[in-house]
């Protein structure tokens, strides 16, 4: 197994791997097994069952997770939501509130404003800039307080020491949804996060062909998350966490790759004369730039920008590329469009989008590892076809 000194490119390979080889087998087999034989287990959840999440598919990803982030423990699950839920529901109860950072994943905002309400948990959305404000939100039962490590779809870099310091002097458990991030660029636990969690769909798998979620954190949080994980049912398939591990192993290489990749987009991105605004930690012009750089190794493989013709020109622009596909989600190794407006953030009001920021022209761009230069030259092409198709019908 990988040593903890390890370096996170070795660990990724390496981390949780059964020795000696099952067999020889130089790839963890599958343990496409629901139920294994009893073996004097004194504990329910001790016994071995692909809903307890404790196959050797499970143990190994749970042990390499927690490597990945220096986390005590880890819990894999079924998607992104099943660990979001079910950790919020592991700590919190009735009668407790939660504190959220104001612009969050879809799915976590209508959880958190429409079903854990349902369970007598109460919430206040604060602005994640404006950290003299959090102490008014604060009440006797506050718990816990949930961020992003960076904001979808403006990519915000919140004033995350700040989350932690608060948290500590109040009593209350950190939580931070690390997806966009990944532990290449970012490793919440070490700044002070009690919980990390990720959408593994997303970059951690890295092909988009399947669903995926984790939890990393202290043994007694991911303990009582997993015992509620157990019971809600959104336990991950044993094929699936093979092919999570599998798409794992090449985290660092893609990662460091859309890092870079998107840097060099951005920048053409902001120096085009069609582009009114790009929004990328990485830029010198983004308000979290500064944050972000003492913050994180890398600034992910995320963009979004707006165009100076605005929602129609956007429209547009999205039909005239021809590598990315018009497509939700993220992280994957092939380039995908969205425009937020109409997808992600299609279930917020028009108002509420543009509080936060949203225009209905934003364009949401998720950086693939196809090469940057063809994807520059498309991005071009596009944009030369749509100020051109915008030019004709001003004439007209
Ligand atoms: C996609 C996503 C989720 C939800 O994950 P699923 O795997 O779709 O359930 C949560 N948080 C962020 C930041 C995401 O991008």
């Excluded at 016994?47 to 404790?54: G, K, P, Q, T, V």
């Excluded at 013709?309 to 995908?336: D, H, K, M």
């Excluded at 225009?359 to 761009?365: A, P, T």
């Amino acid at each position: 197994m990988a040593k903890a000194s390890s370096k996170i490119e070795t660990q990724l390979i390496h981390a949780g791997e059964v020795k000696p080889r099952i067999l020889g087998a130089v790839c963890m087999p599958i343990f496409q097994s629901a139920n294994f034989e009893y073996k004097g287990e004194d504990k329910q959840e001790a016994l071995i069952y692909m809903r307890h999440n404790n196959t050797p598919n499970h143990d190994l990803l749970h042990k390499k997770l927690a490597t990945l982030e220096n986390g005590e423990s880890a819990l894999v699950t079924a998607s992104g939501m099943a660990a979001i839920s079910a950790a919020l529901l592991a700590v919190l109860s009735s009668g407790d509130h939660l504190l959220a950072q104001n612009c969050l994943y879809g799915g976590t905002h209508s959880f958190i404003t429409q079903d854990l309400p349902q369970f007598g948990i109460s919430h206040d959305f604060v602005d994640g800039e404006d950290v003299d404000s959090w102490k008014k939100k604060l009440k006797p039962n506050t718990k816990a307080f949930y961020v992003e490590g960076i904001s979808n779809p403006l990519m915000e870099v919140i004033h995350l020491e700040a989350v932690v310091k608060f948290c500590k002097e109040n009593n209350l458990i950190s939580i931070i949804d690390n997806t966009i991030p990944t532990p290449i660029n970012f490793r919440p636990l070490d700044l002070g996060f009690d919980l990390s969690l990720h959408s593994a769909t997303k970059y951690l798998n890295g092909h988009s062909d399947i669903v995926a979620g984790a939890c990393i954190g202290k043994n007694t949080l991911i303990e009582k998350i997993t015992h509620m994980l157990n019971h809600l049912g959104g336990s991950l398939d044993a094929h699936t966490a093979f092919l999570l591990d599998r798409g794992m192993k090449t985290l660092a290489l893609r990662v460091r790759h859309q890092n870079e990749s998107a840097m060099n987009i951005a920048r053409f991105l902001e120096k085009h004369p069609a582009v009114s605004r790009v929004n990328y930690p990485g830029l010198e012009s983004h308000p979290s730039h500064q944050r972000a750089k003492a913050l994180f190794s890398g600034f992910s493989g995320m963009i979004s920008f707006e165009l100076k013709g605005g929602a129609q020109a956007a429209e547009r622009f999205v039909s005239a590329l021809e590598i990315p596909a018009y497509a939700p989600s993220l992280g994957g190794v092939e380039t995908l469009i969205t425009l937020p407006a109409k997808t992600s953030h299609a279930g917020l009001s028009q108002e509420k989008r543009q509080q936060l920021g949203i225009s209905e022209g934003l364009i949401r761009f998720s950086v693939g590892i196809e090469a940057t230069v063809d994807l520059i030259a498309d991005l071009e092409q596009a944009l030369k076809k749509t100020s051109s198709t915008l030019l004709h019908s001003t004439i007209q």
